[in-house]
Structure formats: C-alpha cells, structure tokens
C-alpha cells in the first residue's frame, strides 16, 4: 500500500479536467490492492484470495468557498504535478463529501475520491 500526501506546498498544483483546482487545504492519496475472495462451501474464511487490480482513495480538503469545482456526477480526471513529475489519476468518482465548520476556523469541505488508474509521468530533464 503506497501513499502520496501533500502536507504543504506551494510548487505543487492540482488540476481538474485541465482546470486548475484552487482552495485545496490537503490532499492525500492512497493504493489498495483490490482482491476478490474465494469461500469453500460453510467456511468463514476464504480458501483463496484473486487479485482484481488496484484501486486509489483520494481525499482533497478544500476552503468551503471553492467546493463547487469538483464534479459529482460524472467521472474526471485528476492531475497532481510537483515540479517535473506528475500523477493522472484517471476514472475518478467523488463517493463522500464532508463540511467541517469549527469554531473560529474556517468552514471546509472534505471529498472522498476514488479513482481506478494512476499514471506517473516525468517531464523535462533531470
């Protein structure tokens, strides 16, 4: 299980379809195997695990002014580029959204993404 997490950057910026992502407060993404299991007739555990490929959970913080950028409806495309390299997360879904409001910070949403495919690619010369 691999993990990317952006803490604090401002050479790193987030892209939405080739729109530019603007308010984002955090940012992390994660891989998961994904695994199909295989159960013997009245056994609790699997006999077997299949592996059906990788998944990515993303989940974006961003000031609640700017929440309106990320589509709900219809699958995106993700891009993440700090410096010379950058990741494409393709096929992404927004599956849950949070609003925090606490005392006198300031309100912000909470997305949960997934995404089905992550591409890494490197521009320039290094």
Known sequence: MNELRIIRGTDVSL????????????FSAEEKPLFHEVYE???VKPCERIPQGTEYHI?????SLFDHQLPADEAFTLRVIDGNVAY???NCRV??????????RMATQEFAIKADQMEK???GNE
């Open 59 to 63: 989940l974006i913080g961003m000031m």
């Open 95 to 104: 599956t849950d959204r949070r609003t925090k409001a606490e005392g006198n």
């Open 121 to 123: 690619q490197v521009t």
């Open 41 to 43: 007739y009245l056994c």
């Open 88 to 90: 494409c997360y393709k």
């Open 15 to 26: 892209y939405i379809n080739d729109a530019p992502l603007f308010g984002v407060i955090a």
